[in-house]
């Protein structure tokens, strides 16, 4: 099941904890304050020996087909994003079928109390077993339908040597202060150990673990308890943190937005290209005007194995090649987005210096400069743009008539429909 079969969970979600009942902690959420968002990308870098890590902050990753996709598209770091439960496949090698199902360690609200682990869910199945479905013992995988529960082969081959992983699921399920579900809000936290939900998809109401026993299948908690939770489970203080994914499909209001964005410095922005669901660059500009640094996040989503190769790839910028470094270079908005991620073309320096804003590619492209007012610059073929804000910004001037922020794109020429996408750089005081 993708996140297109979500629509309607508000209406069909696990059972609802009453308005008001606070969920029991079963573990302290200790949370340290973090600088703000990096409002000048790329500072420091040396281009000349700057290490480029594909990855992707948004990927799923069910079989070794989906692992193949990966690999053969040259992503050196793995943060699978998968559901049922939001748990971290990492290291992927510990993967076996129905692992979660029967090594489920972490926290689930039930019937609106947080609750922690371990689950024994062959146990907890047991006194409705009688009224499952006998014909989805016949679905595939049939590991996957087949009660009891047992545990199977390994699901990965080894990984090729030099592939880094760091953990991350896909949470969902989310509650607002009103009780209410926070409509489809769909986060990914890359370099964090969090686990929320279980396996049990409710719209397959397979195992009838929601409406027989009052598990939710998702996180079921308020949004800033759970965003703090995923910080919390951060493996580096100084890298990684939270994204928000596919604003497009999400359709969220807009000052929601900016509420996930203000709640941490290290809610770290949005995802503006995603596999089959659109481009989300008019959020991302809309936000980036109210003068907030948002950084952009370009994933596959479901769709790695895209024939077209178009879905979204993060090109991480870093001066080594370790987890550490590449979770880091996510914290600083050292990377850059690309559509293709094939090598059509490179940035090869992207610069920012008070109010003048550089890109380099490594082939001949057409460029552009975006801020607050639109394209102010178009370069049709070249190796390089350079664009200077004229005049001064005066903090009075309404933010809709000014600059506000500038970030640039490279399109390739030769075909292929490659497309580079810059950081943004914030040409205002934080407000």
């Excluded at 194995?305 to 979770?327: H, I, M, W, Y």
């Excluded at 050292?334 to 082939?363: C, Q």
Aim: glycine share 10%; with cysteine; charged share 25%.
């Amino acid at each position: 099941m993708n996140r297109r079969e979500f629509v309607m969970i508000g209406a069909a979600g696990a059972v609802a904890p009453k308005v008001g009942v606070a969920a029991a902690r079963t573990e302290e959420i200790v949370k340290h304050d973090a600088p703000p968002r990096n409002r000048r990308p790329y500072a420091g870098l040396d281009w000349q020996k700057v290490q480029r890590v594909k990855t992707t902050s948004h990927g799923h990753c069910m079989d070794q087909k989906f692992m193949d996709a990966y690999l053969g598209r040259g992503f050196g770091l793995l943060t699978l994003s998968n559901y049922y439960p939001s748990a971290p496949w990492w290291p992927a090698a510990k993967m076996t079928e129905n692992y979660y199902r029967l090594h489920h360690e972490h926290a689930v609200m039930v019937n609106g109390i947080r609750k922690g682990g371990p689950f024994d869910w062959n146990k907890i199945i047991e006194p409705w077993k009688h009224t499952l479905d006998p014909a989805a013992a016949a679905k595939k995988p049939a590991w996957a339908a087949k009660y009891p529960f047992v545990e199977g082969k390994k699901i990965f081959k080894p990984l090729p040597p030099g592939v880094l992983e760091a953990p991350n699921a896909e949470h969902h399920s989310f509650r607002l202060e009103n009780g209410k579900w926070a409509g489809n809000l769909h986060i990914c936290s890359p370099g964090s150990t969090f686990a929320s939900g279980t396996f049990d998809q409710w719209q397959k109401r397979r195992f009838q673990t929601g409406v027989r026993g009052g598990y939710n299948f998702g996180s079921g908690e308020l949004w800033s308890t759970a965003i703090d939770r995923m910080i919390a489970g951060l493996i580096y203080p100084d890298g990684g943190g939270v994204t928000i994914n596919h604003p497009v499909w999400s359709s969220y209001d807009r000052m929601f937005l900016l509420k996930l964005l203000d709640h941490d410095p290290r809610v770290l922005g949005m995802e503006v290209i995603e596999g089959g669901a659109g481009n989300g660059e008019t959020y991302w500009d809309w936000v980036l005007a109210t003068g907030r640094q948002c950084f952009g996040f370009f994933v596959p989503d479901h769709s790695i194995r895209r024939k077209d190769g178009s879905f979204g790839v993060n090109v991480l910028l870093t001066p080594e090649r370790s987890v550490q470094a590449c979770l880091k270079a996510y914290r600083d908005g050292n990377f850059y987005g690309a559509k293709r991620g094939l090598r059509e073309l490179n940035f090869t320096r992207i610069s920012f210096h008070e109010t003048t804003v550089e890109a380099e590619t490594d082939k001949p492209a057409r460029f552009e400069v975006i801020t607050g007012l639109g394209v102010v610059k178009t370069v049709k073929k070249a190796t390089g743009v350079k664009w200077t804000m004229g005049g001064v910004y005066s903090s009075s001037a309404p933010r809709n008539k000014a600059h506000v922020f500038a970030r640039i794109k490279a399109y390739a020429l030769d075909g292929s429909g490659e497309e580079l996408f810059s950081q943004p750089y914030m040409l205002v005081p934080e407000p």
